[in-house]
């Protein structure tokens, strides 16, 4: 059982990224261009916004300590700083 969230079994097939390439999602490589990586990742956070496992999918990646791409609505730095607070509010 996860200590974050429930990973439930099930949810990676009803996930609206599946119905997008993964390269909206993780880049193509580190040659990316910030700005080119701002506006894709603002296009991939767009549909985990309306994605019905969103929870399930950042349960996940927190726990899994996903290095890279877009999950639940979250980019690897902003699943860190969740991370960090999640640590901080539990001591
Ligand atoms: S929240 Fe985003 S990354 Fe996660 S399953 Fe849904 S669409 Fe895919």
Redesign the pocket.
């Known amino acids: 059982m996860s200590d974050i969230g429930a990973d439930e079994p099930g949810w990676r097939e009803r996930?609206?990224?599946l119905r997008h390439p993964a390269v909206l999602?993780f880049g193509v490589d580190d040659s990316e261009a910030p700005p080119d990586r701002r506006t894709r990742e603002e296009q991939a956070k767009l549909?985990?916004r309306e994605?019905i496992?969103?929870t399930e999918?950042l349960a996940h990646a927190l726990e899994t300590r996903e290095p890279y791409g877009?999950?639940?609505?979250l980019n690897e730095v902003e699943r860190k700083a969740r991370l960090r607070a999640m640590a901080k509010a539990a001591r």
């Open positions: 996930a609206a990224c999602f549909i985990c994605c496992v969103r999918c877009i999950w639940g609505g």
